[in-house]
């Protein structure tokens, strides 16, 4: 039992990717006895209110200075993208927005246990200051977290010296299976979610094709709906998926309208939003754009990929599904590799035909679902949160 026990979870603006991984240990926490709090901007308020925590709200820098960050995401250069996100958005206009609402809610609040999304780096500055363990919970994988805490530097020792050496050797929790994501860590531990609660509040997706066919589950996350492709990107998969012998479910997040979307055919559903653990027991296969929490959710379900990636990690993801043969990378027309220092473009209608290739090919060879139910295997024989909790909360 944590009787007595007080869990501060530190969300930054990145959206439910962000902050979804966080929400179980909140959730075991809770179960056994402790109090907990979420901190975060406050775009993070409606998904934080349906967690079921509660929420204290501090700033968020304007979207005149997100925009053209976000704009610039799938577009530039991956070196200079990368700079342009860890560096100046997370790594400094979100900490610097963050500071002083994080700095009142753990000296106020006096947490045990404050556990990080590693995008947000005003707890990780309060926890140095004040002498305090700050726990990363991963979003992604370890080297590419590691990768981003570099390109933030300098703007972190503008936030205090020595922290991104901090950031390097701190605790280091992760879902991820060992196999998929080899940690540099020091103090690297695993674990596995508990199976995820079903709402039961389903769209009528069961309904409209054919009731036989395989599901695939469409999702681009909640940050691509933001951006000014958004549409194009999403009309790319939808003529991708016309006619295909499947049910396909679409969701755009709640930064896009759906009803933008008009003409879309028999075989498709468009919604804004459906909870993940809703559908990933239905579906056949996902298609996404290799956001960590989608990608390694499906593979946790036991489900193959068809990774199409826009920005940041998710060219790293897409690699690491292809290689392990748990599913397909799409390179879209403008698309270099992950590593090419060239500009990028996002993937539009043009690239329907390679995208409908994979998902075919896919959902033609079950090697890849074997492979994605292996992979599930190893993600199952960690060890659970509640496991783990007693020890964060003693260190």
């Known amino acids: 039992m944590l009787v007595r026990v007080r869990v501060l979870a530190a969300c930054s603006l990145g959206g439910a990717g962000h902050l979804r991984p966080l929400v179980p240990f909140l959730d075991e926490a809770r179960r056994a006895g402790a109090q907990t709090l979420l901190v975060g901007p406050p775009g993070l308020e409606a998904m934080a209110a349906a967690t079921g925590h509660p929420f204290r709200a501090g700033r968020e820098p304007p979207e005149s200075r997100v925009r053209p960050i976000r704009e610039q995401l799938a577009v530039a250069p991956p070196d200079e993208a990368s700079v342009l996100g860890n560096r100046e958005l997370f790594g400094r206009l979100a900490a610097i927005a963050m500071l002083p609402a994080m700095f009142g809610a753990i000296r106020d609040w006096r947490p045990d246990v404050i556990l990080r999304d590693p995008c947000e780096y005003s707890s990780a500055t309060v926890a140095a200051e004040l002498g305090l363990t700050a726990f990363q919970v991963a979003i992604s994988l370890a080297e590419v977290e590691r990768g981003s805490i570099a390109v933030a530097g300098p703007a972190l020792e503008e936030l205090r010296d020595g922290l991104t050496a901090d950031l390097l050797r701190s605790p280091y929790l992760t879902r991820f299976p060992a196999a998929l994501d080899p940690s540099p860590f020091p103090g690297t531990a695993r674990y596995r979610e508990p199976a995820p609660a079903r709402s039961g509040r389903l769209p009528a997706w069961r309904d409209f094709a054919a009731a036989s066919a395989p599901l695939v589950y469409v999702t681009l996350g909640t940050v691509l709906g933001h951006m000014s492709f958004a549409e194009e990107s999403y009309r790319a998969v939808i003529d991708a998926v ?25 075989n498709v559903h468009v919604e804004a939003w459906v909870d993940q653990a809703d559908v990933l027991p239905e579906a056949a296969l996902v298609v996404c754009h290799g956001g960590s929490g989608t990608t390694f959710g499906a593979l946790a379900a036991g489900l193959p990929v068809v990774v199409i990636p826009a920005f940041a990690d998710q060219f790293a993801n897409g690699q690491k599904v292809a290689s392990a043969g748990a599913g397909l990378v799409v390179r879209a027309g403008g698309f270099p590799a992950a590593d090419s220092g060239g500009s990028r473009a996002p993937f539009g209608r043009d690239d329907a035909r390679l995208i409908r290739a994979a998902i075919e090919t896919v959902l033609g060879d079950g090697s890849y679902r074997d492979r994605a139910r292996s992979i599930a295997a190893q993600m199952s024989a960690a060890p659970e949160i509640s496991a783990l909790l007693p020890a964060l909360a003693r260190r």
């Open 242 to 266: 016309t006619g295909v012998d499947a049910r396909v479910l679409v969701t755009t997040g709640r930064g896009f309208d759906p009803a933008r979307l008009r003409d879309v055919p028999g």
